[in-house]
Nanobody, 122 residues
């Protein structure tokens, strides 16, 4: 069992930056693929980024490539999402998720956090 708690959301102006954190508790964090998803009002939840257990593999949605980076610190049981050049369309609730295995990185996550709100507005 893994418990995930996101933090770092808030209000930011277009072009600004935020760093989200996801702290995990429970067993074997370092063995999990970790990912970020987001859900905007009236829209379905969508994949944002994922990182393999070692950090060697990363995957990003086309909409955030070149602007967002994902990293993890297995010693701290934490995964991060650095978001730069933020746009109003990035406004959403951002969720952290965990699963075993790297295949189909946009699907099949077993554990989810409660989400953190990111609002990009002037």
């Amino acid at each position: 069992q893994v418990q995930l708690v996101e933090s770092g959301g808030g209000l930011v102006q277009p072009g600004g930056s935020l760093r989200l954190s996801c702290a995990a508790s429970g067993r074997a964090f370092s063995s999990y693929t970790m990912a970020w998803f987001r859900q905007a009002p009236g829209k379905e939840r969508e994949f944002v980024a994922a990182i393999s257990w070692s950090g060697a593999n990363k995957n990003f949605a086309d909409s955030v490539k070149g602007r967002f980076t994902i990293s993890r610190d297995n010693a701290k049981n934490t995964v991060y999402l650095q978001m730069n050049s933020l746009k109003p369309e990035d406004t959403a609730v951002y969720y952290c998720a965990a699963k075993t295995g790297w295949a189909d990185v946009g699907l099949g996550y077993d554990y989810w956090g409660q989400g953190t709100q990111v609002t990009v507005s002037s």
